[in-house]
């Protein structure tokens, strides 16, 4: 399995949120781009850069400081938050992000979701932000009558590299993954399911590994000492 940490900014700073609540943060450090070279330093092929602000207001919020980290960093970037146009997608494929992310679009605009997982194959990956077996949208603030399983057979039939399910419910709790919901839409479909949300223990990367989960993304566990993240590699290797 593929241990992808997590780099969340918001207001210019590494944060964390507890169920997506944007009054629920904790703040981690205040350089991102030292925080990215810190995890490619310790055994990270790859990196998750979300721009919560643009995830909650609809338009980018950190651009310098991610073009920073995919430009300087040596590592697969993949970036996130707020990217709902085919403008904002193909900037951060341009700008040499290995891929972007988009999870608003894929439900208000599942055609121009599509025709970007067409046209940029293998950088795409669909977000799918669950609170329980339907989809959250807008920086996780609108629920949606958007089933789970039916987006992600959507998202794997348009070519997507990957779907992120994060279930909200979890996220940030540290409480354990979904690992039998996640486990489940991995043997739904083709693309590889990236799971996400309430990491808090090295038995937990070990239990979506066993479970047959092919990634995971995290967190807080890392920031606050939980495990390292070269155990943790470790552990998503199966030991």
């Known amino acids: 399995m593929e241990l992808i940490p997590a780099i969340d900014l918001l207001g210019g700073r590494v944060v964390r949120l507890e169920r997506g609540d944007y009054d629920a943060v904790t703040v981690y450090a205040e350089d991102p781009v030292a925080q990215a070279r810190a995890f490619a330093a310790a055994g990270a092929a790859r990196v998750h850069v979300v721009d919560l602000d643009g995830a909650r207001d609809g338009a980018p919020g950190h651009l310098e400081v991610m073009r920073r980290i995919v430009a ?36 208000r605009d599942p055609a121009l979701a599509a025709s970007l997982a067409a046209d940029h194959p293998g950088r795409v990956v669909i977000a799918i932000d669950a609170r329980g077996e ?3 949208i807008e920086g996780w603030r609108e629920g949606t009558s958007r089933q789970v399983e039916e987006l992600a ?15 909200i419910a979890r996220d940030g709790t540290g409480a354990g993954p979904a690992v039998e919901r996640t486990a489940r ?41 939980a495990f390292t993240l070269e155990a943790a590699l470790a552990a998503a290797r199966g030991g």
Do not use: F
Not at 74 to 103: F, K, M, N, T, Y
């Open 72 to 107: 300087e960093v040596p590592v697969a970037v993949q970036v996130g938050g707020g990217v709902r146009d085919r403008a904002s997608a193909e900037r951060w494929i341009e700008a040499g992000a290995d891929r972007v992310v988009l999870g608003t679009v894929a439900v």
């Open 134 to 136: 339907q989809v959250a």
């Open 153 to 167: 057979r959507a998202a794997d039939g348009w070519g997507a590299a990957a779907v992120l399910y994060t279930d």
């Open 185 to 225: 839409l991995q043997g739904a479909i083709g693309a590889t399911v990236i799971a996400s949300g309430g990491i808090g223990a090295l038995a937990h990367l070990e239990a979506l590994a066993a479970a047959g989960v092919r990634a995971a993304v995290c967190g807080r566990a890392l920031y606050e000492g």
